[in-house]
């Protein structure tokens, strides 16, 4: 038992001391949109970085020609695709990095990207 205890805590040991050199490799370039994180909801900060990034291409209306069929301009489409989304925006598991045409949106705004993230967190507030 408190080798498996011991074997955890040195694997999260590792996860973390490989999370932090990440950060120090790729630093946030800005801080800009939907910054505040003091109360996280999709219709504060979460739809500020997705109409600012993300709904030109993922509207109802656009997402068929532009966004792939991928639809993220109401609150239940958001939160269906926001793990995803989340994984998009480093560019990890998916075919291209979003907003498509970038390196993703993590690394040129990643207050942004810590919306989304902190908004999953918190299991979607609305
Ligand atoms: C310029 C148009 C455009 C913008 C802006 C854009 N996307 Fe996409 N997105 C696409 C297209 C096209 C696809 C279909 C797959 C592909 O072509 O890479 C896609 C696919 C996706 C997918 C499905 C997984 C995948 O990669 O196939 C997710 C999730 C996604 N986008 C999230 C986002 C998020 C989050 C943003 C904003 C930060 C964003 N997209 C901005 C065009 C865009």
Known sequence: M???VLSALVLVCIASCYY???YAIHPPLTTSTGCDTTNIKYSGQVQTVLNTYC???H???NAAN?????VM???????HQAPLALNAMKGIGVPNPMPKGTAGLYFTDSCSY???KLWISKNYPQ
Do not use: E, F
Request: glycine letters at 14%; proline letters at 0%; one cysteine or more.
């Open 66 to 70: 532009l966004g792939g069929g991928y």
């Open 20 to 22: 932090d050199k990440y």
């Open 114 to 116: 810590n919306v989304i």
């Open 59 to 61: 509207s109802t209306s």
């Open 73 to 79: 301009d109401t609150y239940g489409d958001a939160r």
């Open 55 to 57: 709904i030109s291409c």
């Open 2 to 4: 408190k080798r498996i």
